[in-house]
């Protein structure tokens, strides 16, 4: 079955660009009708949806974030991407990739694991 | 942007209770509202999608319904390993936003 799997540093220096991979195993993350996504969830708090890139490749997200990410895809090795630009401790929080079952389901049905990243110097 | 409020933030119940969350819009949404359910240190879990569908595996005893701008998830006879934390999310026009969450305690 499909797995996702982020990968990227757990720490990252203030005014840098925190880059994060998600690996997709079991399925091409360029067929079928899937959103790929990341979220993150600050400590102890709720879930953000930062950004989404689709089947074909285009890209949408959070109008909060939208001047300081890029979301990008290596159909090659079936990867997806999330670059957060100019970071500070307010970015400090778990970051997990998702997977939108599609155009008539909207919602994440399969996760990774998260991976924790803490913005400091 | 649409924005979701879920109440209450914190429920009280002990195994074998009936419990609701509820979830409601800014503005009427067009059914895509999904429930979560989140454990301390893992990922949120599905549990409902577009309002009242259940995803499969997801025993039976959880249930959504709702339309336009309220939504409610239930929980018939309580588990034990029910005791989490349950998000709602919505979709609309390019943008997710979830609800800020309501923490399911034991008794």
């Known amino acids: 079955q499909v797995q996702l799997q982020e990968s990227g540093p757990g720490l990252v220096k203030p005014s840098q660009t925190l880059s994060l991979t998600c690996t997709v195993s079991g399925g091409s993350i360029s067929s079928g009708r899937y959103y790929w996504t990341w979220i993150r969830q600050h400590p102890g708090k709720g879930l953000e949806w930062i950004g989404s890139?689709?089947?074909?490749?285009?890209?949408f997200s959070n109008p909060s974030l939208r001047g300081q990410i890029t979301i990008s895809r290596d159909t090659s090795k079936n990867q997806f991407s999330l670059k957060l630009n100019s970071v500070t401790a307010a970015d400090t929080a778990v970051y997990y990739c998702?997977?939108?079952?599609?155009?008539?389901?909207?919602?994440?049905?399969?996760w990774g694991q998260g991976t924790m990243v803490t913005v400091s110097s | 942007d649409i924005q979701m409020t879920q109440s209450p933030s914190t429920l009280s119940a002990s195994v074998g209770d009936r419990v609701t969350i509820t979830c409601r819009a800014s503005q009427s949404l067009s059914s895509w509202l999904a429930w979560y359910q989140q454990k301390p240190g893992k990922a949120p879990k599905l549990l409902i999608y577009?309002?009242?569908f259940l995803e499969s595996g997801v025993p039976s005893r959880f249930s959504g319904s709702g339309s336009g701008t309220e939504f409610t998830l239930t929980i018939t006879s309580l588990q034990p390993d029910d005791f989490a934390t349950y998000y709602c999310?919505?979709?609309?026009?390019?943008?997710?936003?979830f609800g800020q969450g309501t923490k399911l305690e034991i008794k």
């Open positions: 998702a997977r939108d079952y599609g155009v008539n389901f909207r919602a994440f049905d399969i």
């Open positions: 577009k309002a009242s």
């Open positions: 890139i689709s089947y074909s490749g285009s890209t």
């Open positions: 999310q919505q979709y609309d026009s390019d943008l997710y936003t």
